[in-house]
């Protein structure tokens, strides 16, 4: 580890030499940086000739160093056990990864098993001194742990993406959908298509997507034709199609729905009539490798975070753990990353500097260039990509920083 540690160090100070490490001037350093850390952190994690079956024992960042009075407490409140505990495990270890990588030894990471009680792990966390709360992960567990956290004046960093549940000092580090429909609607418009219909889910997702693709279209300058729900069942997706089809020609149909539910979707919405109509979907595609063998979704388009990085991410992830990491660990990394630059002046037991999360130059991370407002959601720079044949392809990069928006 050696290298990698070495590697965290000069980042480190490269951020602390030249302020936000999401500012336009350092953005390209930093992404650099971050990429040789990965790089050469995975070169040092798994001996030559063992292989990645035994994975790297992985060392405890709370032990690092002794003494409380030196760290920052930070709680992390996933689920740790249950059926979301392979998501949160990944997440937390997406977390030590981080410590580990840039030798943040001034920063004690406290877990606490929200499967056992949200409410309990969070009365725990403030019990505990704990200054800044990573999680949950669930939107339905961030009301609960806002009630106790806010009155404590204990920022939240959520790894949710509803929206419903930023605001008081609550942070969402998840990606938002609607800003993955916006950018794939920019870009669709931008290439000459006119005319947009929509298939969204019955849920929550699809109601609040269906608001994102009326605002994005009228934004863009272009035609909403219909949008209409499908439950995912086939007699849904048959009638729902039929009825797309019959309000009028659309350039391309937006599926704000799963990655699963759009293979089952699109030979249905071609045999109902939309025959050429490109089609475009949401972030939710981006974990979804198996669209790139369907050979119906070659050449739809959708938006993501940027991916560069986060397989990096995952070849070093998969050496130390033994196994894959999940997609969304990279929230994970991230959030420390992003504490990590914090902490540099914030004084230990003091309240965090929740101010310097609104940094309106934003961070760099994994998952690329990301800010939040103070109304507690974020804005990522995202990526187009394509469903090839075996791969998906970016055809418009991300931004690299938030210089002139």
């Not at 850390?37 to 040092?44: D, G, K, M, W």
């Not at 929550?204 to 069942?233: C, F, H, K, M, P």
Request: charged share 20%.
């Amino acid at each position: 580890m050696e290298i990698a540690i070495q590697l965290g160090v000069r980042a480190s100070q490269a951020w602390s030499a030249e302020g936000s490490f999401g500012a336009k001037a350092l953005g390209a350093r930093i992404v650099a940086l971050l990429a040789m850390l990965l790089l050469a952190a995975c070169s040092t994690v798994v001996p030559k000739g063992q292989g990645t079956a035994t994975p790297a024992p992985v060392v405890d960042p709370a032990n690092v160093v002794a003494g409380d009075n030196s760290r920052h407490r930070v709680a992390l409140l996933l689920p740790l056990t249950g059926p979301d505990a392979a998501v949160g495990e990944s997440i937390a270890n997406a977390t030590t990864l981080a410590l580990l990588d840039t030798r943040n030894s001034n920063i004690r990471m406290t877990s606490y098993d929200t499967a056992l009680g949200v409410d309990a792990a969070v009365r725990k966390a403030v019990a505990d001194g704990n200054k800044l709360i990573l999680g949950p992960l669930r939107s339905d567990d961030v009301v609960s742990v806002a009630m106790v956290a806010t009155p404590a004046r204990i920022p939240v960093i959520s790894f949710s993406n509803d929206i419903g549940a930023a605001g008081q000092n609550v942070f969402l580090m998840g990606h938002l959908p609607n800003q993955s429909i916006d950018r794939v609607v920019r870009y669709a418009r931008a290439n000459g298509l006119t005319r947009f219909g929509g298939l969204v889910s019955k849920d929550v997702y699809g109601q609040r997507a269906l608001s994102n693709i009326t605002n994005s279209v009228r934004a863009a300058g272009g035609t909403l034709v219909s949008v209409q729900e499908v439950d995912g069942s086939t007699a849904s997706i048959e009638a729902a199609t039929k009825r797309l089809a019959a309000a009028g020609a659309m350039d391309a149909v937006l599926i704000a729905d799963s990655g699963r539910a759009a293979v089952t979707i699109v030979p249905i919405l071609r045999k109902n009539g939309v025959k050429t109509a490109k089609i475009l979907g949401t972030d939710r595609w981006s974990s979804d490798q198996f669209l790139t063998g369907n050979v119906p979704m070659r050449g739809a388009w959708f938006a993501a975070a940027p991916d560069a990085m986060y397989r990096q991410y995952a070849t070093k992830y998969s050496a130390r753990f033994g196994k894959a990491p999940i997609r969304i660990s990279s929230l994970g990394y991230d959030s420390v990353l992003l504490i990590a630059r914090v902490a540099q002046n914030w004084k230990v037991g003091s309240a965090f500097p929740v101010g310097r999360l609104t940094d309106p130059e934003g961070f760099i991370g994994i998952d690329g260039a990301f800010r939040f407002f103070t109304n507690g959601q974020s804005e990522r720079m995202m990526e187009v990509i394509e469903v090839q044949a075996g791969k998906y392809t970016t055809i418009d990069a991300a931004p690299a920083s938030f210089a002139g928006k």
